[in-house]
Each structure stands twice: as C-alpha cells, then as structure tokens.
C-alpha cells in the first residue's frame, strides 16, 4: 500500500511536495497442516530479511568441516548447548529441532545454496511481501510457532447452528490451528437481532502467555463451549378442544397459555391428533434458505412451511378464529388433500371415519 501525504512550504510562494511512503501490512503466513502440540510447530511458507534473521548455519561445501553459524553480521551465533550445528544442516528435522531448542526462535528456514543445506533460524515467520523477497523460493522448507484452539462443543438439534471451518479436519473432534475460519451453517434473527449468530470465527494466537489460542469474532472473545446456538421459533398456539389433542415428545412441552390452549415453543416435537386418526407432526426447522427458522408440518407425505404470520393451528379453522390474538395457518396444502379456509384435510382412513375433518391447510 502505497501513501502519499501533501506538504505545502510557505516562502516566496506555495511549494507543493508530495511524499510518498510504502507501508506493507502482511499477515503471519497459514499453517499449511496440524499444529504438533508437542513442540507447537506446524509447517507453513516463510520467509525473512536479515532484520529478522537469527541465525544461519551453513554446511561447507567440500571436506569434513563442521558446519558454520553466523549471524546476519557475520558474527558467530550464540546458539543453546543442545543444539548441533551439523546436525541443523542434515534435514528439515535437524533444523526444526534447532528452532526448538532456541528461546528466540519463532520459525526456521531449511533450503539449499548451491550444494549446500542451510538452516535458518528467524524470529517469526515472515511472508514474502512483508520480508521483501523478490522471488518464491521453490525448495524452502519452512515451519513456525504454532497453537490451537479448543475444540468447538457440537450440541445437537434440528434449528441448532453448527460451524464449518477451513481447516482439515473439523473443529469439533480436533483442536483447530491459529488461524482457523469457521462460518455457521444457518443463520437467524434472535430476539430481534439480524447479527446474532456471528458471520465468522476465528482461532487466534493466546494473549498473555497462554499456551492455548482463543476463538474470537474480530476482537471480541467466543465462546467455544456454546457455539451451536438454537435459533428459536415464534410460539405457535394448538386450541384445545373435541376434535384435537397434541402430544410432544418433551415432558416439558406442551404449556398452557393464558386462555387454557396449547402452547409449544419449538424446542421440541409435537404431534396434533385430529379426531384420534389423523396424526400431523409440527416442528420447528430451518427455512429452505437457511437464513431463519419457520414452523413445518407433514400432511400428505409432504413437508409443508407455515406461513410466518402462523401463530395458531388446529385440526378446526375455527377454532384458532375463536382466539383474536392468533393467525391460523393459510398455507396451501398439497394437491393430495382438499384444503378450507383453516388447517389441512386428509382423505379418511379406510378403516375408521374421522367425525370432523380438518378443514384448513397450511
């Protein structure tokens, strides 16, 4: 990114000079795979600039000479006991391990000038951009510093939002690496709010010396342990009477309302029995768009959405009428059955003659 600010120099005229400075603001590269939690490293593409640079060691080209390490003025590097200059230079693992071992070091290097293995060591990882390398490198073996997140807590339910993430592996079976980006697979309105359900989250690096990264939503910490949050149905009113019953499969649904109905809430499954033969179940499910949740029935084989007006259903239209503070289901019913102006009707079992109908279709 390229800015460029005016000065003007009053003197014997106005002077205009143009200033212009290159700022590069560049990410910590990906993990390309897992992040080892033994040592906390992962592999990824990195580069540095001799700013960066802690330590290079170098294997000589020709005889037995042990291998050097120098820093980036030239001057001998003073590495840990534990670690082995020859033994950097032999592999990729070699210098991993001398990165390890290293208090400083955040990433390695490991390539090759001409015929000989270089190992360095550098203080983080760095992209190309940021460390102003002109070309790829097509044979560096790099890795850095890595953490990971806990894993997510799935919670299971049919309007409950679950993450997918970028990573491999899912987030919730497998700690996710730091820069892990998960989006949910549902969204929905909440207590009236649109942006309830956060459009992404990410694993970001541990703050104050934690070993743990932390799930956050831009800057605001999340909670990992209640991430599949249930998005809610509207209650819907079921008015007792003759000709319906309602049986849920929660003890704790369904509940009286102020006028002596059935009420449900969506967290569970109920069924709305119209004469004691005809058997329609009622749920809350997503939309087909996945953007919200709506109430839906099955009535002649066919999964039918309420409309989102809906805050009645009955066997009988005019039995949700009966209550002004309700809109009884209006939504069309399939082609099997013949609909009225209240809830759905079915053609009677051979075996037994519902005495009433039900006379609307949502």
Not at 17 to 45: E, H, N, Q, R, W
Not at 247 to 259: H, I, K, L, R
Not at 276 to 303: L, M, R, V
Request: net charge negative; aromatic share 4%.
């Amino acid at each position: 990114v390229e800015v460029c600010s005016l000065k003007m120099l009053r003197t014997l005229g106005v002077l205009v000079v143009l200033a212009c400075s290159s700022i590069y603001v560049s990410a910590v590269p990906k993990c390309m795979g897992s992040c080892d939690t033994k040592d906390f490293m992962c592999s990824s593409t990195c580069y540095t600039n001799s700013e960066n640079l802690l330590c290079s060691c170098e294997d000589p080209p020709f005889g037995d000479d042990p291998a050097k390490c120098k820093d980036a003025e030239g001057n001998d590097c003073a590495l840990q006991p534990e670690v082995d200059p020859t033994a950097a230079v032999e592999n990729e693992d070699g210098c991993k391990a001398a990165c390890v071992a290293s208090s400083d070091c955040g990433a390695y290097i490991f390539d090759q000038i001409l015929t000989a293995n270089r190992c360095r060591l550098i203080k983080e990882c760095q992209s190309q951009q940021e460390a102003a390398v002109p070309t790829p490198c097509t044979d560096c073996l790099s890795g850095r510093n890595c953490h990971t997140c806990p894993q997510l807590t799935y919670t299971a339910g049919a309007t409950n939002i679950h993450w997918i993430c970028d990573s491999s592996g899912d987030a919730y079976n497998n700690e996710a690496v730091e820069g892990t980006k998960c989006t949910p697979t549902h969204r929905c309105q909440i207590d009236g709010d649109d942006e309830a359900i956060p459009a992404e989250i990410e694993c970001k690096s541990p703050e104050g010396g934690s070993d743990m990264g932390t799930w956050s939503v831009g800057d605001t910490p999340f909670d990992e342990k209640n991430c599949d949050t249930q998005c809610p149905c509207s209650k819907i009113t079921i008015p007792k009477s003759e000709d319906t019953n309602l049986f849920c499969d929660s003890a704790e649904q369904p509940v009286d309302d102020a006028n002596g109905n059935w009420e449900i809430d969506g967290s569970t499954t109920c069924d709305v029995v119209c004469d004691g033969q005809i058997f329609i179940p009622i749920s809350c499910k997503f939309n087909k768009e996945g953007t919200d949740t709506a109430w839906h029935i099955t009535y002649g084989g066919q999964d039918i959405i309420l409309d989102d007006e809906t805050t009645c259903f009955s066997c009988s239209g005019s039995n949700c009428e009966e209550d002004p503070n309700t809109t009884a289901a209006t939504t069309k019913a399939p082609t099997t059955a013949t609909p009225t102006t209240a809830t759905p009707t079915t053609p009677a079992p051979t075996t037994a003659a519902p005495t009433t109908a039900p006379k609307d279709k949502p």
